[in-house]
């Protein structure tokens, strides 16, 4: 008997147990045996609702996060998601005619391949007769393809669904102007050659002038790095706690990239420029350069600086997501349950970037657990002002009374266990590719560390934060 | 031993406190002073918060651990919003006033000449003296906000920057935006001053943290201020900005006396044009920063601080003051706040009226059903409001998100749906008491009791209108005036039976407009209808006597009003002014004679209706600013000519002879009881007529002219055309005792 069938049994075994005892004298036993955590301190054992279907993850993957304009800067947004869905099945071993579904997020939209998840899959030879969509929701679009997952597979609709995002930078579509644009298509109706004339003789120098896909906010016009120096102010964030914080998230990141934990990254060979393994965006420095960074959205008094915002990047990622029964009939070893989530959404001005402050106490309430209860947690770090304003807004019974309306404040946010494996500051932020792969950390560091329950958050432009729960799926 | 100790301490409380409205702190080696009048929502440069600003400066200059200082007002929404105006008006002669500007000058010198940069922290009015003490400071930093404004709106008084504006703004900001500023005396955003030079930089307002929004965002502006100052003496913050081409190039041109003269000449005859002379305040600010720059800042001063004393003395800067007083007191709601807060409106009739009443209503928070009965004039309603915002998103005051989330309150519709959720109806239908009354019923059949039913008429009394009404309580005028965004005045009718609380309704929603509202008592034409309406009978008499269109309109401009007699009278609509005449005859009689409403009424059958029908006394052509006459109109005059009587026909008796029928009409509102009180009699024929402004409406002239010589003109016109001239008992009471005054 080989180890692999061995651990399928053990599973079988659990799952078997899980049905009938939950908590009996089995559980005690692999605790024992394999986990260090002391589960009787959680408030409650599982998540698990009754009439409510157990989604699980099976893997999740994706490409090195790499600065846009550096070694992706010839791929066209599909090419890197082809090559996470690829990554995906090779690490899986599904078989291409398996997967019932395939939901992807994207942020800027390549014309081409607006259905981008479509053109990726059939680029990664996915049988054709799986369909596949695209969904976008800013910063929480590839959130937004799991969840959409998730309702995919609870409804009873899918039993497989790959769920992923992507973004590539280092290409935008750059548009004509306007006016240009209204008369190019006019030119298209135009019958003669003397209306066509006409047509062209109005065209003036300033039509030339391209637009660019637009970075701001459409409803306030502000960029989201100018609503974070404003938040940081109004929070009282100081530039050295901000500084303190991306440092913390660079060399947190190395860490586990030298330790090798980042285990979902895969390796991508880049047609003429070689096999990329490793995120390049992490840079370790010292407070002392970080000190000597110009501010970069309000000069010149701001706080917010380059290495306290993620940077534009490449990227994609994916997910594998099943019913439970699926998987286990499938002999996958199932590494988490996806349990709750949230998305909420609030003034899009002055609490662009404050979702997960509001989300947390949600999500907590919604599972019936406490901050306490929660073991790894996964927030993506736009701003390091961001994360922080967010710790203190939580930290508030002003805050809490004032804007969330509730009676006392959330609570402390234990920073130790906050993105121990680095996060967007160091790693990257492919805009639509995040959400998974913070899921997938979640679970891997669950895993790891072996805690029971992780909490994952993800704030996005509009002001709008989707918010998870993951259950460790150790116990089942 | 106890009772001595304890009056130190009380002694050394009373030092602490004596000072009530400046305070500062030092903060590492910054002084943080900070502005506070304790008993106004607003800062003024008073005389008290001017001795104690001299004492705290004083005493940080003596202080050598400070090294710079921030100048910060602690009241929100304020920094400074100008000088005291009772200050001023305490003053009994011009000397006096020189003297209060000069004590003013020699302050904000000290700190200019500041050994420590001073920074100025602006958030919130910074207007007036206000600005002038900002302009003294080293270093100028504003927030964002929207109610940050900077601005000299002396001019609007009549008056002058007196405390070293008309000196430092040219150096500042270059000799055409000076101008610009001062003459207009327009507010200014912050962003604008920014491009302008006028301020160094702007700080951005705050949503809430841990703290309130507008407080945390006012101690975020002193932290950024803190290190602009320290960074001011650190040298890391220059104190100059670099200039760019065009800035240089201006300077240059600046440089040389001819280019100056030039400007000087340009700027003062456009200053002519617009005034006609009879504002004297713009013509002395354009001669103190002339002897400014010409003659050395010492002259310029000088020159500064007696023309501030000579304008202060003018019955112009009176008329204008007491204006402002009046408009203030226009912005309150005497009768309390309403039982219930207007949510949800609907107004009748998209015409010009009531699309523009919608205008000015659904960007204030109110849910607005614009119906009407057919969709041609909904949509062109429509599309008048959404113009009107796009407007203000062309000149960036709006982004075009807040157009459209503003526009999504707006409920256009052709039927009654909606009608029951609505607090206020708003009725601009034809001006036809069958039609009014139609409406009325129908409206009362669909909305709850609580209902208000306001109704947008001109002349139609409103407790006509109410005799329809199931709830006559609930009925009442709002008399707005075209083009209601531009308009100011909102003349509020009330009959015996309209209750407390609707007037309190009333008032506040037209508050909530941004409207200066006066209250008045039903009758025939109300107030301003009614004063207007004896001039237009006159005027009509003119034109038949032969008096040419272009030159009546000179004479009234001449004598004050914004816009030509005529030109207004095709503005209001001729078919109105028929219409109103004609209501106003019946109630009137012969006091309302003058011309022939014949001569209206084939205008009107001819389609001549004004400048809405594109012919009038005028034609319109779109794009073209010229007027030419109407030729056909002529026509109509010269077959009513009538002939002119040489002893009441020269250019003063015709200015007198319009003037004179619409203050006697005036006073004669006031001797009703239709107007409560005098004040309200001007700010409504400055307002919504456009009396003229320097003279500050009809009872202010009376004051000022003297009713007994005005009694003596309207005798002379009364010999000739009988009762129109005869003056009102009111009026006789004033000129037979001229210690009578309406203003003391």
Redesign the interface.
Known sequence: MDTQVFIIIIIIIIIIVSHHVEGGHFNVKIKSLAFKCSMQTKSKKTLAKPGVKNIVLVEGVRTPFLLSGTIYNDFMAHDLARAALLGLLNKTSLPKDAVDYIVYGTVIQEVKTSNVAREAALGAGISEKIPAHTVTMACISANQAITTAVGLIAAGQCDVVVAGGVETMSDMPIRHSRKMRKTMLTLNKAKTLSQRLTLLSKIRLGYLTPELPALTEFSTNETMGHSADRLTAAFGVSRREQDEFAFRSHSLAKKAQDAGLLSDVLSVNVPGKGIVSKDNGIRPSSMEQLEKLKPVFIKPHGTITPASSSFLTDGASAVLLMSEEKALAMGYKPKAYLRDFVFVSQDPKDQLLLGPSYATPEVLEKSGITLDDIDVFEFHEAFAGQILANLKAMDSDWFAQTCMGRKSKVGVLPIEKLNLWGGSLSLGHPFGATGARLVTAAVNRLKKEGGQYALVAACAAGGQVVMKVIQNYFFI | MFHQQFFMVGLLFVCRQIRSHVSYEVKDDVAVIRINNPDSKVNTLSIPMQREMAEVMNEVWANGAVKSVVLISSKPGCFIAGADINMIQACRSAEEVTALSQEGQKMFEKIEKSPIPIVAAINGSCLGGGLEFALACQYRVATKSRKTVLGTPEVMLGLLPGAGGTQRLPKMVGLPSAFDVMLTGRNIRADKAKKMGLVH?L???????????DV?TVE?LEE?AV??AKGIVNKS?PLTKRKGIMQKLQDYAMGIPFVRQQIYKTVTKRVMNQTKGLYPAPLKIIECVKAGLEKGSEAGYLEESQNFGKLAMTPESKALVGLYQGQVACKKNRFGTPEREVKNLAILGAGLMGAGIAQVTVDKGVNVILKDTATEGLSRGQDQVYKGFNAKVKKKSI?S?ERDTTMSCLTGQLDYSGFERVDMVIEAVFEDLSIKHKVLKEVEAVTPPHCIFATNTSGLPIKDIAAASKRPENVIGMHYFSPVDKMQLLEIITTDKTSKDTTASAVALGLKQGKIIIVVKDGPGFYTTRCLSPMLAELLRLLQEGVEPKKLDLLTTSFGLPVGAVILADEVGIDVAAHVGKTMTKAFGSRLDGGNIEVVTTMVEKGFTGRKAGKGFYIYEKGSKSRNINPAAEEILKKFKLSAPPSVSSDSDVQYRLVSRFVNEALLCLQEGILSNPMEGDIGAVFGLGFPPFLGGPFRFVDAFGADKLVQKMKKYEEVYGNQFTACQLLQDHAKDSSKKFYK
Do not use: C, E, M, N
Request: glycine share 16%.
């Open positions: 930089q700080v951005d307002p705050l949503g809430p943290g841990l703290k309130d929004s945390r975020y950024v290190g602009f913050i982004t998100f």
